[in-house]
């Protein structure tokens, strides 16, 4: 089992930034993704972000240029620093931690926490 917790969400003008961060209990594949999506009220989840344990990156058309992952492997963390923030970026986010080798479809999920943008 692994724990995922996330942190940092929080109110904020628009135009500001937030950092978000997010722990692992541990890693248990050899090599894994940490991904953070959001879930806005009343839309379907979406992914925004995810980092491999390797570093390779991908963010959201949405997000590019105002969103940057980044991961410490050695603490089990994982974070999305979020600039320029705009009101349709608020949602709940959540962060995703799965297997890429050995793939074996057991993943886990935090709490989610809320990121709210004021105009």
């Known amino acids: 089992q692994v724990q995922v917790v996330e942190s940092g969400g929080g109110l904020v003008q628009a135009g500001g930034s937030l950092r978000l961060s997010c722990a692992a209990s541990?890693?248990?594949?050899?090599?894994?993704?940490m991904d953070w999506y959001r879930q806005a009220p009343g839309k379907q989840r979406e992914l925004v972000a995810f980092i491999t344990s390797d570093g390779s990156t991908s963010v959201a058309s949405s997000v590019l240029g105002r969103f940057t992952i980044s991961r410490d492997n050695a603490k089990n963390m994982v974070y999305l620093q979020m600039n320029s923030l705009k009101p349709e970026d608020t949602a709940v986010y959540y962060c995703?931690?799965?297997?890429?080798?050995?793939?074996?479809?057991?993943?886990?999920w935090g709490q989610g926490t809320q990121v709210t943008v004021s105009t």
């Open positions: 541990r890693t248990i594949y050899s090599r894994d993704a």
């Open positions: 995703h931690y799965r297997g890429i080798w050995p793939s074996v479809g057991i993943d886990f």
